[in-house]
């Protein structure tokens, strides 16, 4: 089963490096034209979206005629995969337009949420919900409906946001995606993990062209693509024998953009500001005042990254409740630590609508 998904990584590997090399030649080639400037003559291609999808579209059906293992495992599910691969579609197609010319966050939202319903009707579902500390949870199915549109919003979304500099987001897509590839196979979802590694293999492709200083973007065709498959995979990916969703592993294996689009709102609703305007105070940023370079930023972050990912799997594999709690206890103390190195619980203490909350506990209005 190894050389299965050692063969899909190969080929998608292959088919990402070689689309991101025709792509910026082509690129190069039309730029006199405009054709694929984005937001202006000196931007560089955003192609990610492009080169992900496509090899991620490609891939299954190139190893299943190369693997006749690599066919067993994806023949079956092949209409599934063309209907989920449609929905892929409608995100990478909203997002490019973003990339061309700014759109609506309301737009954008309205055609995520109608990926997500139709991910949701092929069986990708928040309904029966196992939780590591506590009793299992089967969701209404209204709720349940609510709860994975929910899941995918966010996703697809919160890699976006941390796509603000070179090599982040698409780095810490990769750990993801193994991440949960690793955690399918276990899961007895050899299919959903040959996903998994044909999306890492894409995004590995295109890696080299993203690290700084990078000659091409994610671009938010890309990374809003990378979160809408890798969260919706992750759904099934962690679906154990019972068929309950352990949901907390995929909340940790994406634990660093979760984390990030988190204290985005959190700050920005606590200063009074519209949660869904961008700034220029996520993680990155902070990381980068400190003093990180392009690189050293990268390592602190693939860092993070890998923390959540060796979390998500020793919450997986591990089956005592001992252990699963100081899995937590461990993921808890790295959140905790980059809240306070970063200066973020000082922002949040000092933000406007804890401020007020404060003073009316600690000095309220003296009556006469």
Avoid at 122 to 135: E, F, V
């Amino acid at each position: 089963m190894a050389g299965v998904y050692v063969l899909t990584l190969a080929v998608s590997l292959a088919i990402g490096f070689a689309l991101t090399v025709a792509l910026l030649a082509l690129s190069r080639t039309e730029r006199m034209l405009g054709l694929f400037d984005v937001r202006g003559p000196q931007e560089r291609p955003r192609w990610g979206g492009a080169v992900f999808l496509a090899a991620f579209a490609l891939t299954p059906f190139i190893a299943s005629v190369i693997s006749s293992h690599a066919d067993q495992l994806f023949s079956p599910k092949s209409g599934e995969f063309m209907g989920f691969l449609a929905a892929a579609s409608l995100v990478f197609g909203v997002a490019f337009l973003d990339d061309l010319r700014l759109t609506s966050p309301w737009l954008r939202s309205a055609v995520f949420l109608v990926a997500g319903a139709a991910v949701y009707a092929a069986g990708y579902r928040l309904d029966d919900i196992g939780l590591p500390l506590g009793p299992d949870i089967h969701l209404w199915a209204p709720i349940a409906f609510a709860a994975t549109l929910a899941w995918v919003w966010l996703t697809t979304n919160a890699f976006n946001l941390i796509d603000g500099r070179d090599g982040v987001a698409l780095g810490v897509a990769v750990f993801a995606a193994v991440t949960m590839a690793v955690i399918a196979g276990n899961s007895d979802h050899p299919t959903v993990a040959l996903l998994l590694v044909t999306l890492a293999g894409a995004g590995l492709g295109f890696l080299p062209f993203n690290l700084p200083p990078a000659s091409a973007y994610v671009g938010d065709s890309g990374a809003n693509v990378l979160g809408f498959i890798i969260g919706t995979l992750a759904i099934r990916a962690a679906t154990g024998p019972t068929d309950h969703i352990f949901v907390l592993v995929p909340i940790v294996a994406l634990g660093f953009p979760l984390m990030d689009i988190g204290l985005a709102w959190t700050r920005r609703i606590l200063h009074g500001q519209h949660p869904m305007i961008g700034d220029q105070d996520h993680i990155h940023h902070r990381i980068e005042q400190a003093g990180a370079g392009p690189r050293g930023l990268l390592v602190i972050i693939y860092g993070i990254a890998a923390l959540f990912s060796l979390g998500a799997i020793g919450l997986h594999y591990v089956d005592s409740i001992w252990m699963e709690a100081l899995v937590l206890v461990g993921l808890v103390t790295t959140v905790s630590v980059v809240l306070l190195r970063l200066g973020y619980v000082v922002t949040l203490w000092n933000s406007h609508g804890v401020v007020w909350v404060r003073q009316r506990i600690f000095a309220p209005e003296r009556r006469d």
